[in-house]
């Protein structure tokens, strides 16, 4: 029987405690986990404060954590000037609320691990609150030192080699007849591993059964084979796969399903032997959690899905199934072929209560921001659990507000696919202006941004979301099948080409949502838009990416709202490769982020010449917004590039990995940077002034029209609120149209449109919509 925690209060009010913290001991704290200068301790389980009040003595600064009141009142007793923060919480079950957002350099489990149910879990969970080079010691009787009657307080090896699995160093040391494990580096990868599969010439056909608790946490059992496992085995006769996973179950924890659904079968092989593996998703269970089958596991304990990658070995087809059911959780498992059945299940509840509260945090956060204005998007954001569609990740950074969590990435590390950050979602279907029973489309999908439209969309809603990667739709489909509204429909094709037309609604979706950086406008989502409504995508002009907001009348799309952001590329038929001419041996290179790559004959002989300075009078504090200043140079100046520096130095004075808005012609080229000009230990002593810097014979003019369209933005669009910006009225008109039925305005030409930009103080001037390549254009930025 479980110990309570009134048991717990009982046994320190009756005047009981432990056994005394020993000179052993402590000459191992000194010596594996030495007090930096500022370091922090906490003390799980610590009792009446002997532990703790030592760790404070050694220069900490303590942490003490206890679910017994009795204790706590104790420990404040006994140690009345102790500089300990004492705090009630039972670090198994409660929200981590208490402890805030606090790193520690060592965390001390003193005779207080056996008592621990879901023990890796929790280690875990507090190995990732670990600083650099901090370190966890357990210190606890171990059962060969241990009478019957107190097995309870003791852990036998298997549980040793259990607890400890995950960890990159491990460390055993005596002290006395107690083990004192000190571990670091709480995040070793989770490998899947083989068991022993008898010699036969059939294939070895079984069945596993994925569980979760009401927090959402899935159970896994150390097994006598050193490996972490699911519940499951072979199947027995003519039994239903399903039936196989639930009697399984049963047999080895004594929970017994209330409801069980065959999600996929996956075929692999084993030592040459073939294998079929049905995964079966259990709703929900009755019964109390038991080591029923002692002789094959040593315990059963419930794991949170972001620490599924970082448990050591894992029995592979266990390894194979959770990642069935959620796709992505385990990285780099054997390759395994799926057959996804049709018919899916009910969605899954459960959730820890620290979920919760850090959503509602989330939310007000974004609320706070001025993001999410609507009654409907801010309910949506309070409910919608983000973290399920983000699994692999912590709570903590599923719900940071200003964080997009990276799901997947291409063989060269980039980003394909992410959530994004709460507040840019928030922003963008604000900017929808969706009504009660809004179809949707959604090109990127990932489930947790079309859920939220479904819920600002009510139940009489709909959303279609598209995808080219498959396995990107595989996981939307599995996340939104356990936690989703049943409003989503997740389909297969590149989504440049639209919804497939059986989902099309007549006269076309009421809003669309691009979730990825366009280049350019696919006229598929031009077409399937109804007239009036809402097309919002990240559109990238010069390079720079801004969330517009469109509303289409007629042909033509008229922007609403920029909000500057940034998301993964495209992948589609529009994907586009950016024009990029390397200089100066690759030092440098030039990227034509629209139109085709300028001539630039005779750069490298200017950038190897003198270089031509020209201050602009224009400066700026710290925190400054000039994203409208890039946006202004890459629509109003032809000739528009972006230079980028790959070493520190050189000739540009640009930094390392950055750039600067650029203009070339006749072998000449300048660009703009800000250079600081004034320094200062506070933020607003500090100032920066924008300053143009040219090379070649044609420099000093380039500079003076980069200059004189700088001081443009400066009067006409800049201004003290970051938020207050101008912007500039824009249209998007079909590719094709001709230049005498478009409006006054500077022309950016894509392929499949034509965007017209009419900013303050351009009296409408319309240049032509090719870029020059030999020539300078006159732009006073007032043309």
């Known amino acids: 029987m479980a110990i309570t925690r009134t048991d717990w209060s009982e046994h320190y009010t009756r005047g009981r405690s432990f056994r005394r913290l020993g000179e ?25 404060g002997e532990m703790s009040v030592y760790l404070a003595s050694l220069g900490y600064e303590v942490d003490a954590v206890d679910a017994a009141d009795a204790a706590l009142a104790r420990a404040r007793t006994d140690h009345p000037d102790a500089m300990v923060r004492w705090l009630c919480l039972d670090i198994e079950r409660d929200d981590p609320a208490p402890l805030d957002d606090t790193t ?28 650099k080079g901090g370190t966890v010691v357990v210190i606890t009787p171990v059962s060969a030192h241990t009478s019957a009657e107190k097995r309870q307080i003791a852990l036998d090896e298997d549980e040793i080699t259990a607890l400890t699995c995950g960890w990159t160093s491990v460390q055993r040391i005596a002290v006395g007849e107690l083990a004192a494990l000190v571990l670091r580096g709480p995040c ?20 596993l059964a994925v569980v979760t608790d009401e927090h959402g946490r899935v159970l896994l059992g150390w097994s006598k084979r050193g490996m972490w496992e699911i519940p499951g085995g072979k199947i027995e006769g003519a039994e239903p796969l399903e039936g196989a996973g639930v009697r399984e179950l049963a047999e080895e924890t004594a929970l017994h399903a209330t409801g069980a659904a065959v999600v996929t079968i996956l075929t692999d092989a084993a030592q040459g032997v073939p294998r079929v593996t049905a995964v079966i998703r259990i709703a929900g269970f009755t019964g109390t959690l038991t080591t029923a089958e002692p002789e094959k596991f040593t315990r059963w304990e419930w794991h949170d899905l972001h620490g599924l990658g970082c448990l050591g070995p894992v029995f592979t087809p266990s390894a194979q199934a959770l990642n069935a059911i959620w796709p992505g959780v385990i990285p780099g498992l054997p390759p395994v072929h ?32 001025g993001w999410a204005p609507s009654a409907s998007l801010q ?28 799901t997947r990435r291409d063989e060269n590390g980039r980003a394909t696919s992410s959530v994004s950050a709460a507040w840019v979602q928030a922003d963008m279907i604000e900017s929808l202006c969706l009504k009660p029973g809004a179809i949707v489309f959604e090109a990127g999908s990932g489930g947790y941004h079309a859920e939220l439209i479904a819920h600002v969309a009510g139940p009489g809603g709909r959303v279609v979301t598209v995808d080219i990667d498959p396995w990107v739709v595989r996981r939307t489909r599995r996340f939104l099948t356990e936690a989703g509204s049943g409003r989503v429909t997740v389909m297969e094709a590149d989504a440049a080409l639209g919804a497939p037309a059986h989902l099309v609604p007549r006269g076309g979706f009421d809003a669309s949502l691009i979730t990825y950086n366009c280049w350019d406008i696919s006229p598929a989502w031009w077409e399937q838009l109804a007239e009036g409504g809402r097309l919002v995508l990240p559109l990238e002009i010069g390079g720079y990416a801004r969330a517009i907001a469109f509303e289409r009348r007629g042909e033509v799309l008229h922007a609403r709202r920029f909000t500057h952001c940034g998301f993964v590329r495209d992948q589609g038929q529009q994907a586009r490769a950016v024009p990029v001419v390397p200089l100066l041996d690759g030092r440098l290179t030039l990227r034509f982020h629209d139109g085709s790559a300028a001539d630039t004959k005779g750069l490298v002989e200017a950038l190897r010449g003198p270089r031509h300075e020209v201050a602009t009078g224009i400066t700026m504090g710290s925190g400054v917004y000039f994203g409208s200043l890039q946006l202004y140079a890459a629509t109003t100046l032809p000739g528009f590039c972006r230079l980028h520096a790959h070493q520190d130095g050189g000739v540009t004075a640009i930094e390392k990995d950055h750039d600067a808005p650029a203009i070339i012609g006749d072998a000449s080229l300048a660009y703009l940077i800000y250079v600081q000009t004034r320094h200062g230990e506070r933020p607003q002593d500090k100032e920066w002034e924008w300053v143009v810097h040219a090379f070649g014979e044609r420099g000093p003019e380039l500079a003076d029209q980069l200059a004189a369209t700088a001081r443009a933005w400066d009067r006409h669009i800049r201004a003290d609120d970051n938020d207050r910006h101008a912007d500039p009225v824009l249209t ?23 965007l017209v930009f009419l900013w303050p103080g351009r009296n409408g ?19």
């Open 24 to 48: 052993e001991e402590k000459n191992l704290l000194v010596e594996h986990a030495p007090a930096p200068e500022g370091g922090r301790a906490l003390d799980v389980g610590c009792g009446t």
């Open 104 to 131: 520690y350099d060592l965390v001390v489990f003193r005779l207080s691990v056996a008592f621990v149910n879901d023990r890796t879990r929790v280690l875990h969970a507090l190995g990732r609150r670990l600083r």
């Open 188 to 207: 070793a990868d989770t490998v899947a591993v083989e068991r022993s599969v008898p010699a036969t010439g059939y294939a070895v056909a079984g069945a």
């Open 338 to 369: 799926a057959y996804p059945i049709a018919t899916e299940p009910a969605p899954v509840p459960g959730e820890p209560a620290e979920a919760v509260r850090l959503r509602h945090r989330m939310a007000d956060a974004v609320i706070t921001g």
């Open 379 to 406: 309910e949506a954001l309070r409910m919608v659990p983000r973290h399920r569609f983000a699994p692999e990740t912590d709570l903590k950074a599923a719900y940071d507000d200003d964080l997009a969590v990276v």
């Open 732 to 754: 998007v008109h079909p590719a094709g149209t001709p230049d005498h039925l478009l409006p006054a305005g500077d022309v950016l030409d894509k392929e499949h449109s034509r």
């Open 765 to 783: 001037h319309l240049p032509a919509p090719a870029r020059p390549t030999g020539t300078v254009a006159t732009a006073t930025g007032e043309a």
